[in-house]
């Protein structure tokens, strides 16, 4: 039962260059969606967030899209920073998964100096 | 900023015994979670607390689990009886409200080895 799926593990972006994370859903119902990063020995920390009324929400260096036909949004980084190495997870609720978030498996993304 | 904070990092405990896992939620937070992820896998709700009742669980939440909050502050899961397979990174979170669209906050996890 993997509702939310980030099917790519890890991804190497060079400094300065566009990084773009993938995230697809299978539940219709889901209509809240956030990303997290998460460093080594740490906890997840919110990054972003979008709702379906939505089909973008921009924060500063970091665009969350949606695209609900597709169940599928994107969280693009520009321009991606060292700092910016960590795993990100995507997470989804909506009316029918109560107060619980179904989260993917995480990419581990490196930006490369 | 507030932080949800998590006791003891690691916990290496034998098979068969009982742990307890402690969070200190944020201070005006209402809604307290426990998620686990094993390693590799992706992070797993097990359940969610409000007004000192489960307000939901998830099937990982079996009759080995419980969660407790003792006291005005702290927020523990309690595994009766490990198994291997509760090898995981147990994480805390908590939410103001326990709203559908409201973010919540995690502490940085405790590191369970079941050996």
């Known amino acids: 039962d993997q509702q939310v799926k980030q099917n790519s593990p890890s991804l190497s972006v060079q400094e300065g260059r566009i990084s773009i994370l993938n995230c697809d859903y299978t539940n219709s119902m889901f209509d809240y969606f956030l990303w997290y990063k998460k460093y080594p020995a740490e906890g997840p920390t919110f990054l972003i967030s979008?709702?379906?009324?939505?089909d973008k929400n921009e924060d500063g260096r970091f665009t969350v899209f949606l695209n609900k036909s597709a169940k599928h949004l994107s969280l693009h980084i520009v321009p991606s920073q060292p700092g910016d190495s960590a795993v990100y997870f995507c997470?989804?609720?909506?009316?029918?998964?109560?107060?619980?978030?179904?989260f993917g498996t995480g990419t581990s993304l490196t930006v490369i100096p | 900023e507030p932080e949800v904070t998590q006791t003891p990092s690691h916990q290496v405990t034998q098979m068969g015994q009982e742990v307890i896992l402690r969070c200190v939620p944020i201070s005006n937070h209402l809604y307290f979670y426990w998620y686990r992820q094993i390693l590799g896998q992706k992070v797993e709700f097990l359940v969610s607390f409000y007004n000192n009742e489960i307000s939901e669980k998830s099937e990982i939440f079996d009759d080995q689990f419980s969660v407790e909050r003792p006291d005005g502050s702290n927020f523990t899961l309690k595994i009766r009886s490990t198994k291997l397979e509760d090898s995981a990174m147990y994480f805390c979170?908590?939410?103001?409200?326990?709203?559908?669209?409201?973010?919540?906050?995690f502490g940085s996890g405790t590191q369970l080895s079941v050996l």
């Open positions: 979008i709702s379906s009324i939505k």
């Open positions: 979170a908590s939410s103001e409200q326990g709203l559908l669209n409201e973010k919540l906050f």
């Open positions: 997470a989804a609720s909506g009316w029918d998964t109560g107060n619980q978030f179904y």
